[in-house]
């Protein structure tokens, strides 16, 4: 199984066990720089070893983790000579859109072809309802000025069920069905 190791501008790399293009993944994630890619999970975990100076007992914890699940994506976290990972539920390749930041089963916060920013927020429930919208001007001023903090806010208030963002969002059509 060939493994791409995507490395990002943030502070997490992303690990698929499918691989692509470096022009696909530019396309899908927002803050890519670079991938490398490995023949099999073996290969992978050595380069970790090697590169991070991980243990033994770390790299054979990914190796496991990596080769028992069922996903296609993985984040990982480096600290102090430790990698973390866990899984991403979310079908990156599949994304119309380019993937900005996501939190799984909380939000996706996307840039369209057309250089609008949506942010699509799961509700759950037994329909799963969720809840889109497009960010208007002074959203996207506000994030640029504070960044994934201000998503994370905002995204909070459209899971509310009276949520003040989501009134002015249908209010002033920018609301995505």
Not at 28 to 55: E, G, M, P, Q, R
Not at 59 to 82: G, M, P
Not at 115 to 138: C, D, M, P, S
Request: aromatic share 14%; with cysteine.
């Amino acid at each position: 199984m060939q493994l791409d190791l995507i490395y990002t501008k943030t502070d997490k790399f992303i690990l698929s066990k499918i691989t692509a293009s470096y022009k696909v993944w530019q396309s899908k994630l927002f803050y890519y720089t670079a991938h490398l890619n490995f023949i099999n999970t073996k290969d992978f975990v050595c380069f970790l070893k090697d590169d991070f100076k991980i243990s033994d007992k770390n790299k054979s914890e990914i190796y496991n983790y990596v080769n028992n699940s069922d996903q296609d994506f993985f984040e990982l976290s480096v600290l102090n000579n430790s990698i973390s990972i866990k899984q991403i539920h979310l079908q990156l390749l599949k994304s119309k859109n380019t993937l900005i930041h996501w939190e799984d089963w909380f939000y996706i916060f996307s840039k369209t072809s057309t250089n609008n920013y949506h942010l699509w927020v799961f509700l759950g429930g037994i329909t799963n309802q969720v809840r889109e919208i497009k960010l208007n001007a002074k959203q996207i001023s506000e994030y640029e000025e504070l960044g994934i903090t201000y998503i994370k806010a905002l995204a909070t208030d459209l899971q509310v069920r009276e949520s003040k963002i989501y009134k002015e969002a249908i209010t002033n059509n920018n609301r995505i069905l």
